[in-house]
């Protein structure tokens, strides 16, 4: 079965600085999809990034982008230039691409901005 | 992005009553549609599965016959709890999913909160 682990619960960063979440994760499947969704107060879920496990290419949306390591199962997001938006629970999820496509969903790492 | 709501945004129900909770896909057909839970500081947690015009694929552990869902059309699944009580309180997300040009991405609703007392 996939597993997503996000072994940080809470993570802070100061207001314009760099952050990095971690997330790893387990498949026996060869072609799949990652992401990374923000979940601000509002509890919309938003989707911030994709990667696609065939494309060798770290995925990158204006100041968000992920480090994926397929070899080791990781896959990581940066937030760069960090803003007082940016303050939400931020989950990693992986998504087959056969089968039935569920999105499994890590636990989640809460992001604090200190202004 | 599409767009997915839910009605209500939040409802309180008395112990032993039913509840429905509506979700739409608003711009788009959704081939399949999830419904989720999730606990205060917690993940979602996946409650079922439907594709327009056939059953819910039910995950472990969650009753089908207490959490009915229906898919009726390419736009619309319902979530009804039937005979709620207090520990079906929690907040409820649906999400619906198209296989368009984008890979069929997933876009979720805003949530449902239950409160049953």
């Known amino acids: 079965a996939q597993t997503v682990t996000q072994s940080q619960p809470e993570m802070s960063v100061q207001e314009a600085e760099t952050v990095t979440l971690s997330c790893t994760y387990d498949t026996s499947e060869s072609d799949y999809y990652l992401f990374w969704y923000k979940q601000p107060p509002s509890r919309q879920m938003i989707l911030v990034i994709r990667?696609?496990?065939?494309?060798?290419q770290n995925a990158t949306e204006n100041r968000f982008s992920v480090n994926f390591q397929k070899a080791a199962k990781s896959f990581s997001l940066k937030i760069s230039d960090s803003q007082l938006g940016d303050a939400a629970m931020y989950f990693c999820?992986?998504?087959?691409?056969?089968?039935?496509?569920?999105?499994?969903f890590g636990t989640g790492t809460r992001l604090t901005v200190i202004p | 992005g599409a767009v997915v709501s839910q009605h209500p945004s939040w409802v309180i129900c008395k112990s032993g009553t039913s509840v429905k909770i509506e979700c739409r896909s608003l711009?788009?057909?959704?081939?399949?549609m999830f419904w989720y839970r999730q606990f205060p500081k917690q993940s979602l947690m996946l409650m079922a599965t439907?594709?327009?015009?056939?059953?819910?694929?039910?995950e472990q552990g969650v009753e089908k016959d207490k959490f009915l869902i229906n898919h009726a059309s390419l736009t619309l699944s319902t979530l009804t709890v039937t005979s709620a009580h207090p520990e079906d309180s929690s907040f409820y997300i649906c999400?619906?999913?198209?296989?368009?040009?984008?890979?069929?991405?997933?876009?979720f609703g805003p949530g449902t909160r239950l409160t049953v007392t």
């Open positions: 439907s594709n327009e015009g056939s059953k819910a694929t039910y």
């Open positions: 999400s619906a999913r198209y296989n368009g040009r984008d890979g069929g991405e997933q876009y």
């Open positions: 999820a992986y998504r087959g691409r056969t089968g039935a496509n569920n999105l499994f």
């Open positions: 990667q696609e496990a065939y494309k060798q």
């Open positions: 711009d788009f057909q959704a081939t399949t």
